[in-house]
């Protein structure tokens, strides 16, 4: 029984840790004891099972809203990444290996005679989910370091990216599910078929080029961001919003997106340092009313 | 223009709370127990109703966290206690006023006691 209640403890705990930063600190203490109130009350009564489920999926519900809240509040999200800066380091570096290698990949032939249907299957891989959820993580550990200062751009551009990351994961599966159908059905010569050109090629076309716009907006809005809370250093806002702007209207001029592909590696490095040497906010520049930013 | 009154109407988890806090200090356990007891047992709260509740009170300043010391009721850990505010207590006036008016509403309307005129 004791064992039984200690690993009802020790799970109960870690639930906690899912709650935003701010709120753990606040009343995570009072949670856990509260916890174990109840569970000492419990154990004269029937009914243990009914008990732990209906705590949990009470405490689950309230993380879930404490969450939305912190989102819906604009309040800086200082919650669920224990560790933000390993996590802006890791996402720094899946970035700019995905932002480098999947064109390669698709460009030059070397690899892909290398590594046959592999090495597209590697493209696909890196520049779907990798890409996506490099971008996402770092976006959301920016908003956490820097959101306070201009919460609702900041959330405005997590969103973007949200929708950035969507977009390229839905293309990555595409091209993979297209090649796949043509590798099991060669009886169909499917590549002869202009029309299944046509329509694969404006699909994949079409669906990348909504994902560089999204990203366009998510980088546009972090170095807007950047650059009024002086949160990052004005050269890196400045390639935010280059990078921004040109991948904005990759969908009309895709020769813009060899541009993108490299300040998008150039800021990725740069900031997962910054990210990492921590606290961008402190080695900056001077008091900022924040009423007069985001909040206005 | 939105107009905000100086005491919006509570919702009945920060309601029941306030209610239980104004008796004395309390710890989370403490408070779940009161609300249970003061509801005669029709109202109970999981602790992520409870704590939600109490993060948006100590933002508003309706409570405050008290010292942490140990329940003479029950171990000898120490718990931390809540209590209510001065706007807490104003606020809790200012529903119980509105339970008092909606009450004397439907006495006027021979409402109350009895519910409903088909229940007559």
Same mark, same amino acid.
């Given at each position: 029984?004791?064992?039984?209640?200690?690993?009802?403890?020790?799970?109960?705990?870690?639930?906690?840790?899912?709650?935003?930063?701010?709120?753990?600190?606040?009343?995570?203490?009072?949670?856990?004891?509260?916890?174990?109130?109840?569970?000492?009350?419990?154990?004269?009564?029937?009914?243990?099972?009914?008990?732990? @489920?209906? +705590?949990?999926?009470?405490? %689950?519900?309230? =993380?879930?809203?404490?969450?939305? #809240?912190?989102? $819906?509040? *604009?309040?800086?999200?200082?919650?669920?990444?224990?560790?933000?800066?390993?996590?802006?380091?890791?996402?720094?570096?899946? @970035?700019? +290996?995905?932002?480098?290698? %999947?064109?390669? =990949?698709?460009?030059?032939?070397? #690899?892909?005679? $290398?590594? *046959?249907?592999?090495?597209?299957?590697?493209?696909?891989?890196?520049?779907?989910p990798v890409w996506a959820a490099g971008l996402v993580t770092m976006v959301f550990v920016l908003r956490e370091r820097i959101g306070e200062r201009a919460p609702r751009?900041?959330?405005?551009?997590?969103?973007?990216?949200?929708?950035?990351?969507?977009?390229?994961?839905?293309?990555?599966?595409?091209?993979?599910?297209?090649?796949?159908?043509?590798?099991?059905?060669?009886e169909l010569h499917l590549e002869e078929s202009a029309t299944v050109l046509i329509v694969w090629t404006t699909l994949v076309a079409g669906v990348t080029g909504a994902?560089?716009?999204?990203?366009?907006?998510?980088?546009?809005?972090?170095?807007?961001?950047?650059?009024?809370?002086?949160?990052?250093?004005?050269?890196?806002?400045?390639?935010?919003?280059?990078?921004?702007?040109?991948?904005?209207?990759?969908?009309?001029?895709?020769?813009?997106?060899?541009?993108?592909?490299?300040?998008?590696?150039?800021?990725?490095?740069?900031?997962?340092?910054?990210?990492?040497?921590?606290?961008?906010?402190?080695?900056?520049?001077?008091?900022?009313?924040?009423?007069?930013?985001?909040?206005? | 223009?939105?107009?905000?009154?100086?005491?919006?109407?509570?919702?009945?988890?920060?309601?029941?709370?306030?209610?239980?806090?104004?008796?004395?200090?309390?710890?989370?356990?403490?408070?779940?127990?009161?609300?249970?007891?003061?509801?005669?047992?029709?109202?109970?709260?999981?602790?992520?109703?409870?704590?939600?509740?109490?993060?948006?009170?100590?933002?508003?300043?309706?409570?405050?966290?008290?010292?942490?010391?140990?329940?003479?009721?029950?171990?000898?850990?120490?718990?931390?206690?809540?209590?209510?505010?001065?706007?807490?207590?104003?606020?809790?006036?200012?529903?119980?006023?509105?339970?008092?008016?909606?009450?004397?509403?439907?006495?006027?309307?021979?409402?109350?006691p009895k519910t409903f005129a088909y229940d007559l």
């Amino acid at each position: 029984m004791i064992y039984e209640q200690e690993i009802v403890q020790k799970l109960y705990r870690k639930l906690l840790t899912l709650y935003p930063q701010r709120f753990k600190e606040q009343l995570g203490e009072s949670m856990e004891q509260t916890f174990d109130d109840l569970y000492k009350e419990q154990q004269t009564k029937p009914g243990w099972f009914r008990f732990i @489920l209906w +705590v949990f999926i009470d405490t %689950a519900v309230g =993380i879930v809203r404490e969450h939305v #809240l912190s989102i $819906t509040e *604009g309040e800086a999200m200082k919650n669920t990444l224990a560790y933000p800066r390993h996590a802006a380091l890791i996402s720094a570096i899946v @970035l700019a +290996v995905a932002f480098i290698v %999947a064109p390669m =990949i698709y460009l030059f032939g070397n #690899l892909r005679d $290398t590594f *046959g249907p592999l090495a597209y299957d590697l493209a696909d891989f890196l520049y779907g989910p990798v890409w996506a959820a490099g971008l996402v993580t770092m976006v959301f550990v920016l908003r956490e370091r820097i959101g306070e200062r201009a919460p609702r751009r900041m959330s405005l551009a997590l969103l973007a990216a949200a929708l950035a990351a969507g977009a390229m994961v839905a293309v990555a599966c595409i091209r993979s599910a297209n090649r796949h159908y043509h590798l099991i059905h060669p009886e169909l010569h499917l590549e002869e078929s202009a029309t299944v050109l046509i329509v694969w090629t404006t699909l994949v076309a079409g669906v990348t080029g909504a994902g560089w716009h999204f990203l366009g907006w998510a980088l546009v809005l972090i170095g807007s961001a950047g650059w009024t809370s002086r949160c990052l250093p004005r050269l890196l806002s400045g390639l935010y919003l280059v990078a921004g702007a040109s991948a904005l209207f990759v969908y009309r001029l895709p020769e813009l997106e060899g541009n993108v592909v490299m300040l998008g590696m150039v800021i990725s490095i740069w900031q997962g340092i910054l990210l990492w040497k921590g606290k961008p906010e402190e080695t900056q520049a001077p008091e900022i009313n924040t009423s007069q930013l985001d909040q206005a | 223009m939105a107009i905000t009154s100086p005491n919006p109407p509570l919702t009945p988890a920060v309601f029941h709370i306030l209610l239980a806090l104004s008796g004395g200090e309390r710890h989370g356990y403490g408070i779940m127990k009161q609300v249970e007891a003061d509801s005669q047992g029709k109202v109970t709260m999981g602790p992520g109703t409870l704590y939600g509740s109490l993060k948006r009170m100590l933002d508003a300043g309706l409570v405050k966290e008290s010292d942490k010391r140990i329940d003479p009721e029950m171990d000898d850990e120490r718990r931390i206690y809540y209590q209510i505010t001065g706007v807490g207590a104003e606020s809790l006036a200012a529903e119980l006023e509105r339970y008092r008016h909606i009450v004397s509403i439907a006495q006027q309307r021979k409402l109350y006691p009895k519910t409903f005129a088909y229940d007559l």
